[in-house]
């Protein structure tokens, strides 16, 4: 096979491509050594990691007509995508499938997908459609602000809802656009401090109107009962009086009823106490726990690819958490070569959107660039405790559905970009 028969095939910039592949063959290892508890589920070794496969193989099918997309034809489906992120994002909100206490799910028939993984792409695009429209010699219009605070005010308090690191990792996103897109500083300065002054009345008021779940000792409940003497009737006053106050609070509840879950996270990364092994709840912090038992255990050089020993116990080992179950198999080195792939994607972007002639390709390029990483920095630092736990996938590596299909898409918007991006004309480029 010649050179020109692997151009027409790889078409774009091949170090994107090398990362790439070396992203999806990370993945297919280390979903297949993560997915024990599935195939304990299932019954089948090969079920998790060959749906997997499938997967990234209609991901790379979608990767590859997106990047035989001219990058002006993006512009074109801005409002479309707009209008199905809004649309599909009430519909998860209000009658959308419930995921692990989370409406995020919306789906047709055996076909299910997230509409924040759309939503995120959306904005991205939108934001740079934006910038470049007005930019001027001496940077963004300061008009452009409003027109992107107005889009984002559409979208992100419909994700926030049900996904708070979502809409956290979206904002970030954005506001780094805008830096990207030379925002007026005074105009940014003082969304910061809205944003600080913000973040910190969602803080005091989900550790205000958050409510912990608290496990109940049916015995001791019943000794209780049984020392007080209650009759019959007195208990069932009790649960209808019980029941009938649930069914008042349940309209509250359907607005705050993650409000418990970020607050016993918040609660978990900032107690700095310090619990003996032996006493160690496992119960209840198990995730951080065993995550933090896969890292120790790595003994640095790891245990090889398929040796893994915490993926029987992190209910998120083939996701959330697979970050861990990497630094436990491929040791610190594999940490280290997983973390320089994302940033040489991220530099790879920056030199390819440089090249660009027109801004709208370029802020496109970073965008969705940033995304990527800023989201993989997200999961990377949930899974060594430096950050509280999220739902966040590692980009193209954590076994996943509409975030894995998409992910790829980004990956082809990139590539779309890069064949039209000129060649580097000086030593700097």
């Known amino acids: 096979m010649n050179n020109k028969t692997l151009n027409n095939i790889f078409k774009g910039d091949k170090v994107i491509w090398m990362v790439f592949f070396f992203l999806c063959l990370i993945s297919v290892v280390e979903v297949y050594s993560a997915s024990s508890q599935l195939t304990y589920k299932g019954g089948s070794y090969l079920a998790p990691v060959m749906k997997h496969v499938g997967i990234l193989i209609l991901g790379i099918f979608c990767m590859?007509?997106?990047?035989?997309?001219?990058?002006?034809?993006?512009?074109?489906?801005?409002?479309?995508?707009?209008?199905?992120?809004?649309?599909?994002?009430?519909?998860?909100?209000?009658?959308?499938?419930?995921?692990n206490e989370a409406s995020r799910w919306v789906g047709f028939g055996f076909l299910k997908f997230q509409p924040s993984e759309i939503a995120k792409g959306t904005l991205v695009l939108a934001t740079a459609q934006i910038l470049s429209?007005?930019?001027?010699?001496?940077?963004?219009?300061?008009?452009?602000?409003?027109?992107?605070?107005?889009?984002?005010?559409?979208?992100?308090?419909?994700?926030?809802?049900?996904?708070?690191?979502?809409?956290?990792?979206?904002?970030?996103?954005?506001?780094?656009?805008?830096?990207?897109?030379?925002?007026?500083?005074?105009?940014?300065?003082?969304?910061?401090?809205?944003?600080?002054?913000?973040?910190?009345f969602m803080v005091a008021l989900i550790m205000l109107v958050g409510q912990e779940e608290k496990k109940v000792n049916p015995d001791q409940t019943l000794v209780q009962q049984i020392d007080e003497k209650k009759s019959d009737q007195t208990l069932v006053e009790e649960i209808n009086a019980t029941t009938t106050n649930k069914e008042e609070d349940s309209k509250v509840s359907k607005v705050f009823h993650r409000f418990g879950t970020w607050k016993a996270r918040i609660m978990s990364f900032f107690d700095n106490t310090e619990v003996p092994p032996e006493k160690y709840d496992l119960n209840k912090d198990g995730q951080v726990g065993h995550a933090n038992i896969a890292i120790a255990s790595s003994n640095f050089v790891g245990k090889g690819p398929g040796n893994s020993v915490q993926c029987d116990?992190?209910?998120q080992a083939f996701s959330d958490f697979i970050y861990a179950i990497i630094i436990e198999e491929m040791g610190i080195f594999g940490a280290i070569f997983v973390a320089m792939l994302y940033i040489i994607l991220l530099f790879r972007t920056g030199r390819i959107a440089n090249r660009c002639e027109n801004n709208f390709p370029a802020f496109l390029a970073m965008g969705i660039a940033l995304l990527l990483i800023t989201q993989a920095l997200f999961n990377m630092c949930v899974a060594v405790g430096l950050a509280p736990v999220t739902g966040q996938p590692l980009p193209l590596i954590s076994k996943g559905g509409t975030s894995t299909i998409i992910n790829c898409v980004y990956i082809g918007v990139i590539l779309s970009i890069s064949r039209s991006a000129k060649r580097a004309t000086s030593p700097l480029n």
């Open 133 to 200: 429209a007005m930019q001027t010699e001496k940077g963004a219009d300061r008009h452009a602000f409003g027109y992107i605070i107005a889009v984002c005010a559409f979208i992100v308090p419909l994700i926030f809802v049900e996904n708070f690191s979502t809409a956290a990792l979206i904002c970030a996103v954005v506001f780094m656009m805008m830096i990207l897109g030379r925002v007026p500083m005074q105009q940014l300065g003082k969304l910061l401090g809205v944003v600080v002054l913000i973040g910190a």
């Open 313 to 315: 116990f992190l209910s």
């Open 64 to 99: 590859v007509v997106t990047l035989n997309v001219k990058c002006k034809y993006f512009k074109v489906v801005t409002p479309f995508l707009l209008i199905i992120s809004i649309v599909t994002l009430l519909w998860a909100l209000f009658s959308g499938q419930v995921y």
